[in-house]
């Protein structure tokens, strides 16, 4: 990995200072511009600036294997091209066999919350238990701060944790993460949007295809055709968003 970092956007202002300030305070290092993939630190933002970084601890670098600046699409963002960062986790890892085992078979009874709705926003609130929101400011009122223990605060933070999530979870409902089962007041999976149909679908899949066969054994034509989907998928959603508001 290069010290220095190398970059196409040459400008700098107060706010890429004050980023540069940050990390050295904090021993952080950015990857941009310096690991494979993006030796050459590749404009993140509408071909002309970098403002899309990844950053991380120096003692997190043995886990970076590349980075990449993928060709920007109008179907993911209006202006920032998609970052991929690659990391592995395995080389020099001793793996429990208990664990794993367990892991697989406990796999199906992991729940996880809904998105979040902002509508359900006041009801999220009012579900909050305030009586064991009442507890725990009593508690942390006794608590001497000179005595403070890193099991005490942990014990806290999950008190608060639980509390926010019991309220997320009757208010937006739960879906097994492994089988995407779901339950409660939420729990039919939201649609895709109204204009959104079999043809829009078919023509996304044929991009996501197009996009992966290029990125698989890249050339000029197979880069052509991505491109060339991806104006017909665009063509296609903007025709049927036109046609519905009418």
Same mark, same amino acid.
């Given at each position: 990995?290069?010290?220095?970092?190398?970059?196409? %956007? #040459?400008? &700098?202002? @107060?706010?890429?200072?004050?980023? /540069? *300030?940050?990390?050295?305070? =904090?021993? !952080?290092?950015?990857?941009?511009?310096?690991?494979?993939?993006?030796?050459?630190?590749?404009?993140?933002?509408?071909?002309?600036?970098?403002?899309?970084?990844?950053?991380?601890?120096?003692?997190?670098?043995?886990?970076?294997?590349?980075?990449?600046?993928?060709?920007?699409?109008?179907?993911?963002?209006?202006?920032?091209?998609?970052?991929?960062?690659?990391?592995?986790?395995?080389?020099?890892?001793?793996?429990?066999?208990?664990?794993?085992?367990?892991?697989?078979?406990?796999?199906?009874?992991?729940?996880?919350?809904?998105?979040?709705?902002?509508?359900?926003?006041?009801?999220?609130?009012?579900?909050? %238990? #305030?009586? &064991?929101? @009442?507890?725990?400011?009593?508690? /942390? *009122?006794?608590?001497?701060? =000179?005595? !403070?223990?890193?099991?005490?605060?942990?014990?806290?933070?999950?008190?608060?944790?639980?509390?926010?999530?019991?309220?997320?979870?009757?208010?937006?409902?739960?879906?097994?993460?492994?089988?995407?089962?779901?339950?409660?007041?939420?729990?039919?999976?939201?649609?895709?949007?109204?204009?959104?149909?079999?043809?829009?679908?078919?023509?996304?899949?044929?991009?996501?295809?197009?996009?992966?066969?290029?990125?698989?054994?890249?050339?000029?034509?197979?880069?052509?055709?991505?491109?060339?989907?991806?104006?017909?998928?665009?063509?296609?959603?903007?025709?049927?968003?036109?046609?519905?508001?009418?």
């Amino acid at each position: 990995m290069s010290k220095v970092r190398c970059s196409m %956007d #040459k400008s &700098k202002n @107060s706010y890429g200072n004050m980023l /540069l *300030e940050m990390c050295k305070n =904090n021993n !952080l290092i950015i990857l941009n511009g310096r690991v494979n993939g993006d030796k050459e630190g590749k404009f993140t933002c509408r071909q002309s600036s970098v403002v899309d970084y990844f950053i991380c601890t120096y003692d997190f670098l043995c886990f970076v294997v590349n980075m990449y600046v993928k060709d920007f699409s109008k179907l993911y963002s209006d202006v920032h091209s998609p970052l991929i960062l690659s990391l592995n986790f395995k080389d020099g890892i001793e793996e429990d066999g208990h664990i794993a085992e367990n892991s697989v078979e406990n796999a199906s009874e992991v729940k996880r919350v809904q998105k979040w709705d902002v509508e359900k926003k006041n009801e999220f609130l009012e579900c909050i %238990d #305030k009586e &064991k929101i @009442s507890d725990l400011v009593a508690e /942390l *009122e006794s608590v001497d701060s =000179n005595l !403070l223990s890193q099991g005490k605060i942990n014990e806290v933070v999950e008190k608060i944790n639980s509390i926010f999530l019991n309220a997320a979870e009757n208010v937006l409902g739960t879906y097994n993460a492994s089988q995407g089962s779901r339950t409660g007041k939420n729990s039919g999976k939201k649609g895709n949007k109204p204009w959104f149909d079999k043809q829009c679908w078919n023509k996304r899949k044929i991009y996501r295809g197009a996009k992966r066969n290029y990125y698989s054994n890249r050339s000029e034509a197979k880069r052509e055709e991505m491109k060339k989907t991806e104006r017909t998928v665009l063509t296609r959603y903007h025709m049927h968003t036109f046609s519905f508001e009418i």
